[in-house]
Protein backbone atom coordinates (compact mmCIF):
# COMPACT_ATOMS: atom_id res chain seq x y z
CA UNK A 1 0.00 0.00 0.00
CA UNK A 2 1.50 3.66 -1.12
CA UNK A 3 2.36 5.90 1.81
CA UNK A 4 -0.27 8.12 0.05
CA UNK A 5 -2.85 5.36 0.66
CA UNK A 6 -1.95 5.14 4.12
CA UNK A 7 -2.11 8.89 5.13
CA UNK A 8 -5.46 8.83 3.81
CA UNK A 9 -6.52 5.95 5.70
CA UNK A 10 -4.88 7.79 8.62
CA UNK A 11 -6.53 10.82 7.83
CA UNK A 12 -10.05 9.10 7.73
CA UNK A 13 -9.51 7.88 10.96
CA UNK A 14 -9.37 11.07 12.57
CA UNK A 15 -12.38 12.33 10.92
CA UNK A 16 -14.08 9.45 11.81
CA UNK A 17 -12.92 9.77 15.69
CA UNK A 18 -13.82 13.64 15.72
CA UNK A 19 -13.84 14.46 19.24
CA UNK A 20 -14.82 11.44 20.95
CA UNK A 21 -12.51 10.47 23.85
CA UNK A 22 -14.10 7.19 24.64
CA UNK A 23 -14.65 3.54 22.50
CA UNK A 24 -14.72 0.01 22.21
CA UNK A 25 -12.27 -2.46 19.95
CA UNK A 26 -13.97 -5.58 18.89
CA UNK A 27 -13.48 -8.54 16.19
CA UNK A 28 -16.53 -8.84 13.77
CA UNK A 29 -14.31 -12.46 12.11
CA UNK A 30 -16.85 -15.01 12.13
CA UNK A 31 -19.67 -12.90 11.26
CA UNK A 32 -21.18 -13.51 8.12
CA UNK A 33 -22.08 -10.24 5.72
CA UNK A 34 -26.03 -10.60 6.27
CA UNK A 35 -24.78 -10.71 10.39
CA UNK A 36 -21.91 -7.97 9.85
CA UNK A 37 -25.51 -5.81 8.55
CA UNK A 38 -27.59 -6.67 10.89
CA UNK A 39 -24.89 -5.61 13.42
CA UNK A 40 -24.11 -2.17 12.06
CA UNK A 41 -27.84 -1.59 11.59
CA UNK A 42 -28.79 -2.03 15.24
CA UNK A 43 -25.86 -0.31 16.52
CA UNK A 44 -26.95 2.76 13.79
CA UNK A 45 -30.08 2.85 15.94
CA UNK A 46 -28.46 3.76 19.01
CA UNK A 47 -26.01 5.84 17.55
CA UNK A 48 -23.26 3.66 17.10
CA UNK A 49 -20.64 2.89 14.30
CA UNK A 50 -18.43 0.33 13.78
CA UNK A 51 -15.57 1.35 11.30
CA UNK A 52 -13.03 -1.44 10.55
CA UNK A 53 -9.70 -0.74 10.81
CA UNK A 54 -5.95 -1.32 9.92
CA UNK A 55 -3.78 -2.09 13.63
CA UNK A 56 -0.93 -0.94 12.07
CA UNK A 57 -2.46 3.01 10.78
CA UNK A 58 -4.64 2.64 13.66
CA UNK A 59 -1.45 2.65 16.10
CA UNK A 60 0.35 5.24 14.63
CA UNK A 61 -2.69 7.51 14.04
CA UNK A 62 -3.89 7.11 18.17
CA UNK A 63 -0.44 8.10 19.41
CA UNK A 64 -0.78 10.95 21.99
CA UNK A 65 -5.33 10.41 21.74
CA UNK A 66 -6.88 9.01 24.43
CA UNK A 67 -7.13 5.82 22.23
CA UNK A 68 -3.30 5.24 22.46
CA UNK A 69 -4.02 2.76 25.42
CA UNK A 70 -5.91 0.53 22.42
CA UNK A 71 -3.01 -0.01 21.07
CA UNK A 72 -2.22 -3.15 23.51
CA UNK A 73 -5.72 -4.93 22.02
CA UNK A 74 -5.03 -4.27 18.30
CA UNK A 75 -4.00 -7.44 17.38
CA UNK A 76 -5.89 -9.47 14.67
CA UNK A 77 -8.73 -8.31 12.77
CA UNK A 78 -10.07 -5.30 14.73
CA UNK A 79 -13.10 -2.60 14.43
CA UNK A 80 -13.79 0.31 16.33
CA UNK A 81 -17.07 1.21 18.09
CA UNK A 82 -17.51 4.58 18.19
CA UNK A 83 -21.04 6.37 19.98
CA UNK A 84 -22.45 9.61 19.47
CA UNK A 85 -23.39 9.61 23.04
CA UNK A 86 -22.06 7.04 25.80
CA UNK A 87 -19.24 4.22 25.23
CA UNK A 88 -21.12 3.14 27.99
CA UNK A 89 -24.47 2.28 25.70
CA UNK A 90 -22.31 1.20 23.57
CA UNK A 91 -20.85 -1.64 25.53
CA UNK A 92 -24.65 -2.38 26.81
CA UNK A 93 -26.31 -2.32 23.56
CA UNK A 94 -23.21 -5.31 22.23
CA UNK A 95 -23.22 -7.29 25.35
CA UNK A 96 -26.92 -7.50 25.16
CA UNK A 97 -26.37 -8.85 20.97
CA UNK A 98 -23.54 -11.12 22.12
CA UNK A 99 -26.50 -13.88 21.90
CA UNK A 100 -27.65 -13.19 18.70
CA UNK A 101 -24.13 -13.05 17.61
CA UNK A 102 -21.72 -15.16 19.70
CA UNK A 103 -19.20 -15.04 17.75
CA UNK A 104 -18.24 -11.96 17.98
CA UNK A 105 -15.05 -10.81 19.96
CA UNK A 106 -15.09 -7.78 22.84
CA UNK A 107 -11.59 -7.08 23.00
CA UNK A 108 -11.70 -3.93 25.06
CA UNK A 109 -13.11 -0.46 25.51
CA UNK A 110 -11.83 2.97 26.98
CA UNK A 111 -13.69 5.22 29.17
CA UNK A 112 -12.42 8.56 30.41
CA UNK A 113 -8.73 6.97 29.72
CA UNK A 114 -9.18 3.92 31.88
CA UNK A 115 -8.80 0.76 29.33
CA UNK A 116 -11.49 -2.10 30.04
CA UNK A 117 -9.81 -5.34 28.38
CA UNK A 118 -11.69 -8.30 27.00
CA UNK A 119 -14.90 -9.69 27.56
CA UNK A 120 -14.99 -9.21 31.11
CA UNK A 121 -14.14 -5.45 31.00
CA UNK A 122 -16.41 -4.98 28.24
CA UNK A 123 -19.84 -6.50 30.47
CA UNK A 124 -18.11 -4.64 33.42
CA UNK A 125 -18.36 -1.29 31.77
CA UNK A 126 -22.00 -1.74 30.75
CA UNK A 127 -23.21 -1.82 34.09
CA UNK A 128 -21.84 1.79 34.26
CA UNK A 129 -24.16 4.39 34.49
CA UNK A 130 -24.08 6.94 31.88
CA UNK A 131 -23.55 10.59 32.13
CA UNK A 132 -26.62 11.29 32.39
CA UNK A 133 -27.99 8.65 34.91
CA UNK A 134 -24.76 9.55 37.27
CA UNK A 135 -25.65 12.87 37.17
CA UNK A 136 -29.30 11.93 38.28
CA UNK A 137 -27.96 9.88 40.95
CA UNK A 138 -25.63 12.82 42.36
CA UNK A 139 -28.24 15.50 42.20
CA UNK A 140 -30.56 13.26 43.85
CA UNK A 141 -27.35 12.20 46.76
CA UNK A 142 -27.67 15.96 47.14
CA UNK A 143 -31.13 16.62 47.18
CA UNK A 144 -32.43 13.53 49.55
CA UNK A 145 -30.88 15.29 52.90
CA UNK A 146 -32.43 18.35 52.03
CA UNK A 147 -35.95 17.08 51.75
CA UNK A 148 -35.58 14.78 55.21
CA UNK A 149 -34.81 18.16 56.85
CA UNK A 150 -37.98 19.82 55.99
CA UNK A 151 -40.00 17.01 56.13
CA UNK A 152 -38.65 17.36 60.03
CA UNK A 153 -39.27 21.02 60.26
CA UNK A 154 -42.85 20.77 58.37
CA UNK A 155 -44.12 17.90 60.36
CA UNK A 156 -45.10 19.70 63.65
CA UNK A 157 -45.76 22.96 62.26
CA UNK A 158 -48.67 20.62 60.15
CA UNK A 159 -49.78 18.74 63.40
CA UNK A 160 -50.78 21.78 64.86
CA UNK A 161 -52.52 23.44 61.74
CA UNK A 162 -54.40 19.96 61.74
CA UNK A 163 -55.14 20.66 65.77
CA UNK A 164 -56.54 24.19 64.95
CA UNK A 165 -58.37 23.22 61.81
CA UNK A 166 -60.01 20.40 63.82
CA UNK A 167 -60.70 23.12 66.56
CA UNK A 168 -62.36 25.18 63.75
CA UNK A 169 -64.34 22.85 62.35
CA UNK A 170 -65.77 21.98 65.98
CA UNK A 171 -66.54 25.92 66.73
CA UNK A 172 -68.11 26.49 63.21
CA UNK A 173 -70.94 23.32 64.10
CA UNK A 174 -71.32 24.96 67.52
CA UNK A 175 -69.80 22.40 69.55
CA UNK A 176 -68.20 22.35 72.94
CA UNK A 177 -64.39 21.88 73.03
CA UNK A 178 -62.97 20.03 75.72
CA UNK A 179 -60.27 21.00 78.15
CA UNK A 180 -56.89 19.37 77.40
Known amino acids: MSKTVK ?10 VGDVKDGMLISIRGLKAID ?16 VIRNSLAKKQFKGTSFEKLETLLTGPSAL ?14 VGMLKDFPTLELKGAILDG ?3 EGKKGVEELS ?4 REEAI ?17 VK ?3 SNVAGIIKAIEAKL ?3 EAIAKV
Open 136 to 152: GQAVTLIVSPGKKLLAQ
Open 155 to 157: GPG
Open 81 to 94: VLSQTSVVEAARSI
Open 7 to 16: SMIMRDYTTR
Open 114 to 116: TLF
Open 172 to 174: EKG
Open 127 to 130: KYPT
Open 36 to 51: TTKLRNNLAKHKVKVT
